[in-house]
């Protein structure tokens, strides 16, 4: 399974960006997936994640209300909305894909800068 992570870019605090991934080679309609970030000198860390059919969403508590998860099968592709977007929120950010939910993320994509100004 590859995956194609774009959308990332500056934005102003406050602003708005839509993160896309694109799945192929592989089902993606069974995969669940998740969206992490990983901030210059931390750990990558988890944001999101969503149930193959897109029905249960999980969001870290930093970004819950901000961000939403959500999925097209039919585009083989998962997107992450970003509102409000802090300063903070600046990181690369990773979609990920696991054969079943509740088990460690298996495919990975390269990453997606998201650069948010003050």
């Known amino acids: 399974v590859q995956l194609q992570a774009s959308g990332g870019g500056l934005v102003q605090a406050g602003g708005s960006l839509r993160l896309s991934c694109a799945a192929s080679g592989g089902t993606f309609s069974s995969f669940p997936m998740g969206w992490f970030r990983q901030a210059p000198g931390k750990e990558r860390e988890f944001v999101a994640t969503?149930?193959?059919?897109?029905?249960?969403?999980n969001y870290a508590d930093s970004v819950k209300g901000r961000f939403t998860i959500s999925r097209d099968n039919a585009k083989n592709t998962v997107y992450l909305q970003m509102n409000s977007l802090k300063p903070e929120d600046t990181a690369v950010y990773y979609c990920a894909g696991r054969r079943k939910w509740g088990t460690a993320y298996e495919y990975w994509g390269q990453g997606t800068l998201v650069t948010v100004s003050s």
């Open positions: 969503i149930t193959s059919s897109g029905g249960i969403t």
